[in-house]
């Protein structure tokens, strides 16, 4: 009687969370592979890594001024909004557009060094944590530039517009806003690196999609625009906003570090595509660890 073959246990949810654990035992190596990539990148540049401040700072003044005029806004609470928004919507463009290259890129690394896969994710978010803290020179330029006026009580971006309590110690929420958007990072790039080694096509798809979706998050414009254009009959616009998972993820960044309230339902709809991303990422590592060497 012939027995009957051993079970493999490289598909399983405890071999997927185990990857996870792994990796972020290793902090020393994604940590130094990421600083090695932005070093890269500006290798024998006077100025270095400072080039990812100025480059934020020259797009945040241009669209700043610009978006300002055409809305009739003011520049001195609308500028910070824009600056603060471009800056955590850069963290996200990064983390989608490198995220679906992830594993491709570290091509050579992943058939050659024996490390857990959540390695390579960890070293794309980090380095985008990275240049996040980077440009968040920017936004303490523009802070102290206009403070009296984000800083004034119930001041309002544009005339008629929604009223917010003005910038305070409230600030200190913009530190776990950025930990769910890292957190959420984490499945996004792995959810989206493993796809993108078996369908070659998804990083041309995001980078078709980066325009529309930045011109459809409120980034450059704010919902009280719609409302002062349509008044109570912006009926199906409202959700324009409102249905977009990005202006959610930013907002809880974005609201505290410009004296905006931070509704409780920007962090409930958070919590819940936190959960349900994660959710999705372990099923695809369970399923696919294994094979991403073979894809890439």
């Not at 936190?274 to 369970?286: E, H, K, N, P, Y």
Request: with cysteine; aromatic share 14%; net charge positive.
């Amino acid at each position: 009687m012939t027995s009957a073959p051993p079970s493999s246990d490289s598909r399983t949810f405890g071999r997927a969370l185990s990857d996870i654990r792994n990796g972020f035992k290793q902090p020393e190596l994604w940590g130094h592979l990421a600083w090695q990539d932005i070093k890269q990148r500006y290798r024998r540049s006077v100025l270095g890594p400072l080039w990812i401040t100025i480059s934020m700072g020259i797009t945040a003044l241009g669209l700043g001024l610009l978006y300002s005029q055409l809305f009739g806004a003011s520049v001195g609470t609308f500028l910070p909004y824009i600056t603060t928004g471009f800056i955590v919507w850069n963290f996200i463009l990064g983390c989608l557009t490198d995220g679906t290259d992830t594993f491709i890129a570290n091509e050579g690394l992943i058939k050659h060094l024996p490390a857990p896969l959540s390695v390579y994710a960890l070293r794309t978010v980090w380095r985008q944590c990275i240049m996040f803290v980077h440009n968040m020179v920017i936004y303490f330029i523009v802070v102290a530039i206009f403070w009296n006026d984000i800083t004034a009580p119930n001041y309002t971006m544009t005339e008629g517009g929604m009223s917010h309590p003005g910038l305070n110690w409230d600030a200190l929420l913009a530190i776990p806003g950025f930990a769910l958007l890292a957190i959420n990072a984490g499945w996004v790039v792995l959810l989206f690196g493993i796809a993108s080694t078996r369908f070659r096509d998804i990083p041309q798809v995001v980078s078709s999609l980066i325009n529309l979706l930045f011109f459809m998050t409120p980034i450059v414009w704010t919902t009280d625009i719609l409302k002062d254009k349509f008044g109570g009959t912006a009926d199906w616009r409202d959700y324009v906003a409102e249905l977009n998972p990005l202006y959610h993820f930013i907002q809880v960044v974005r609201a505290p570090l410009i004296g905006n309230s931070v509704s409780w339902h920007h962090y409930a709809i958070v919590g819940g595509i936190t959960v349900v991303g994660w959710a999705l990422a372990l099923v695809v590592m369970r399923n696919y660890r294994a094979r991403v060497s073979y894809w890439v």
